[in-house]
Each structure stands twice: as C-alpha cells, then as structure tokens.
C-alpha cells in the first residue's frame, strides 16, 4: 500500500542519513589523525561560535556562563566540529540542562561542558570513551557512533590543546584547554 512504500522509504531514509553521518565521522577521524593535517588558525569569538552552534539543537536549554566574549586563534570549522559533537554529546546521553562555561587567563582559555547523567563513571570508563568506538555502556552505545569525543581530542590536539573527562554525583563534564599562544 501507498502507506507502508511511504513508512519504509521513510525509515531507509533515516538509515541512509545515520549511515552517512558514520562516514562523516570516521573521514573527519582519520583526517585528524594525520599529523599533517592543515589547520587554518584566524581570530575568533568563542562565545559567539557558541551561541551560532547552539542554535543549530532547538529544544536544547543550555546555559553559556562567561565573559561577553572571548577571543581565539583556532580553525573555525574544527572548532565548530567540537562543539557540535559536544552538544551532541550533551543531548544524545545526558538527562539534564546543559552548562557551558567559558574561562579565560592570560594563558588559557577553557571551555567546560556539563550536564547530568544518569550513572557516575570511572576514569577508566572515562578515557575509554575517548578511544575511537569506545563505549563502557549501554547508554553510551544508543544513538552515538563512539568516536564523537575522539574527534573532539583529535581537534584538541590540532590546537595543542587538551581535553579532560570527569564524572562525579551523576554529573558528566568535558573540559577543553586551549593554550593562548602555540
């Protein structure tokens, strides 16, 4: 019937874009993982890329704590990369409001996301998800391809910057530290 044709191209749909998704992540993975890799560093707002990717997860209610603005010497598409796959992250896993907060010192600039989970994890579990297709869980396995935190090192990395995980009390943090001058 006309319905079920429209239910089924609906679902290959779907497929088709989650698979084409998966390729997007493991060409950008490997792309990453390229030493020679060029990245293109210009000044930018931080918090104004914030604010633009935000926009892009209606229905997300996230919170940006931080200075008016910051500035940055970073490759805009990788940066926008991280931080959708950290509010992706955020959505796709966690069960509460997110929280990004922006600091910034003469050396550092960090960006710090947040938001509750339902388990606490160890730091074992923790660094595991940092590793391509590293999942500890069930919850970490539905909806993810498990390489979107090892896009977001990957992209760190590129900086000479690093990125840190930390759960504790049901909360869930991703913390990013770019160095001001590399």
């Known amino acids: 019937?006309?319905?079920e044709r429209t239910e089924l191209l609906a679902i290959?749909?779907?497929q088709s874009e989650t698979l084409a998704s998966r390729i997007d992540e493991l060409f950008t993975l490997a792309k990453l993982s390229n030493t020679d890799y060029p990245v293109e560093?210009?000044?930018l707002d931080l918090v104004t890329l914030t604010e633009q990717v935000l926009e892009l997860f209606p229905g997300t209610t996230a919170t940006v704590d931080g200075p008016a603005h910051a500035t940055l010497f970073a490759d805009p598409l990788l940066l926008r990369r991280l931080l959708e796959n950290l509010i992706r992250n955020a959505t796709l896993h966690g069960t509460g409001d997110l929280r990004i907060t922006i600091e910034e010192d003469p050396e550092i600039l960090q960006l710090s996301c947040s938001n509750a989970i339902a388990n606490t994890y160890t730091p074992e579990e923790l660094n595991e998800w940092l590793t391509p297709f590293g999942t500890s869980d069930a919850s970490r396995s539905s909806g993810?391809?498990?390489?979107?935190?090892?896009?977001v090192q990957q992209i760190m990395a590129r900086h000479h910057g690093s990125v840190q995980l930390t759960s504790a009390d049901n909360f869930f943090s991703v913390t990013c530290r770019f160095p001001r001058h590399s």
Do not use: D, E, F, H
């Open 1 to 3: 019937s006309a319905t």
């Open 12 to 14: 290959v749909t779907r």
């Open 41 to 43: 560093r210009i000044s």
């Open 144 to 151: 993810g391809s498990g390489i979107g935190l090892s896009i």
